[in-house]
């Protein structure tokens, strides 16, 4: 899933912790399908 402009509140840092948290979404889907397992630290860090 992309980040989109359309889903800031207004609230510079919670829009800044929603497109963290659609990173780590994006990371965990990226492992989910290849396998790369060293990614899962990166989010849980």
């Given amino acids: 899933m992309e980040w989109n402009e359309n889903y800031n509140i207004?609230?510079?840092?919670?829009?800044?912790q929603h497109r963290q948290i659609l990173d780590y979404i994006n990371t965990l889907e990226q492992v989910k399908s290849t396998g790369e397992r060293?990614?899962?630290k990166e989010v849980l860090d």
């Fill in 10 to 16: 207004g609230i510079e840092v919670i829009d800044n």
């Fill in 38 to 40: 060293d990614k899962i």
